[in-house]
């Protein structure tokens, strides 16, 4: 099924400005119905949490509600939904909280490929607890990350596997499902960082095997909020710190201090919105928010990778750009260099011609590292999601090749 993309462009109050908006990758722009909802939800009045009056009963009703968009946009349990700042301060969270069972000897398996907020959180855990780090290796030339090295990186004194579901930069999707299942045989945690890709395709929590699956709310059209989603169960027997009096249920033991309601409410507006982009889906009452949901991220994918081929083929084109990463399974996300020019200045000169791009390691450090690059300003990221059209990157191309 195709997307309407005009019609989804017009949602978004932000498209308006003129600009080519290729940073989606680093956050989206929210549609009027997230700014709606969350506007709405302050001019109805909201209380704190756990009170007898109506304004408080609106900030429950409106959390539960938000765990249970998530749990139908990933495919998890609502009680297993935990919120937090960013997918950083959870990430941070949950490591301390696991470390704590964690004894020298014990290993942890990370990898080069993913952004560091998947990375320095274990490496830093380990350390404390005493425990080794072990690292699955990118191939720098196709920018695959290797399954096969699992086999041997995942010992029977494995405690956690990191991985990412898609790198930020150059868009690789590893084989997650695999990778989990040689974890889970030996007993070890999955953590997926699902960051990057849960704009860009059907998410299914299980069929990963990720223990737990991390993503933020600003790359999918929400508001800058993270989550965190795992097993009720699982997190039943953990014990991250918490204050005395706080709440010491599942998953309320894991959210320090008070929740942005009226953001959560735009998070609930936002998986709607996502849910209703496959528009004649949308309208089928029969189909529940997780089926509508899964409709509209398959239709997302296509049109994103039938998009992505005409962006990559005309980048690859030039003569004096470079592309990373060619993965077999990849997000539609480009990073590229272009000879004579510092990735700044080719951000830069993209910025005067009305086109939003990043430039630099994105936080995919070991990985510009690996790709040798890091060190020169490593490279220009040009993504899409579900709101770019072909104009996007018929503007980019042609910003581009001016320069090459
Ligand atoms: C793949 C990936 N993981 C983690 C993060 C960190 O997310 P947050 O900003 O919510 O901490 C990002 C942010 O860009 C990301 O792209």
Redesign the pocket.
């Known amino acids: 099924m195709k997307l309407d993309v005009e019609a989804i462009r017009a949602s978004y109050p932000a498209l308006a400005d003129g600009y080519a908006y290729l940073d989606g990758?680093?956050g989206t722009q929210v549609p009027a119905a997230v700014i709606d909802a969350i506007s709405q939800a302050h001019a109805r009045g909201l209380g704190n949490a756990g009170g007898a009056f109506p304004a408080s009963k609106r900030a429950d009703e409106i959390t539960s509600a938000s765990r249970a968009a998530v749990a139908a946009l990933i495919g998890g349990e609502p009680d297993g939904v935990m919120f937090g700042p960013?997918?950083?301060a959870l990430t941070y969270r949950i490591a301390g909280a696991l470390a704590k069972d964690w004894r020298p000897g014990d290993e942890v398996v990370v990898s080069q490929l993913d952004?560091d907020?998947?990375v320095r959180p274990w490496v830093q855990a380990a350390e404390r607890a005493g425990a080794t780090v072990c690292w699955a290796v990118v191939d720098p030339q196709t920018g695959e990350l290797p399954t096969g090295q699992y086999a041997a990186l995942i010992t029977d004194r494995t405690r956690l596997v990191a991985v990412?579901a898609a790198s930020?930069v150059i868009g690789t999707r590893p084989d997650v499902s695999a990778i989990s299942a040689m974890a889970r045989a030996v007993g070890a945690l999955v953590y997926v960082?699902g960051?990057?890709a849960t704009p860009h395709m059907p998410i299914d929590i299980r069929a990963l095997g990720a223990d737990f699956y991390a993503t933020?709310a600003y790359k999918w059209s929400g508001p800058h909020i993270?989550v965190v989603v795992a097993a009720p169960a699982l997190l039943d027997g953990m014990h991250p710190d918490k204050l005395v009096p706080s709440p010491d249920v599942v998953p309320e033991r894991f959210e320090l201090g008070t929740l942005p309601f009226a953001s959560l409410a735009g998070v609930t507006a936002a998986v709607q919105h996502l849910a209703g982009l496959a528009a004649p889906a949308a309208g089928r009452g029969d189909l529940s928010l997780r089926d509508r949901v899964l409709a509209s991220m398959t239709a997302v994918e296509q049109q994103e990778q039938d998009l992505f081929e005409v962006l990559l083929a005309g980048l690859e084109s030039m003569p004096r750009v470079q592309t990373y990463g060619r993965a077999a399974s990849r997000t539609a996300t480009a990073y590229f260099t272009v000879a004579g020019y510092s990735p700044v200045q080719v951000a830069d000169h993209l910025a005067s011609r009305k086109i939003n791009v990043w430039n630099g390691h994105n936080?995919a450090w070991e990985l510009t590292g690996v790709l040798g690059i890091r060190d020169a300003g490593s490279a220009v990221r040009a993504g899409l999601v579900h709101y770019n059209n072909a104009d996007d990157v018929e503007r980019l191309l042609t910003a581009v090749a001016e320069l090459s």
């Open positions: 990758a680093a960013s997918m950083t952004h907020a998947n990412t930020n960082d960051v990057h933020s993270g936080y």
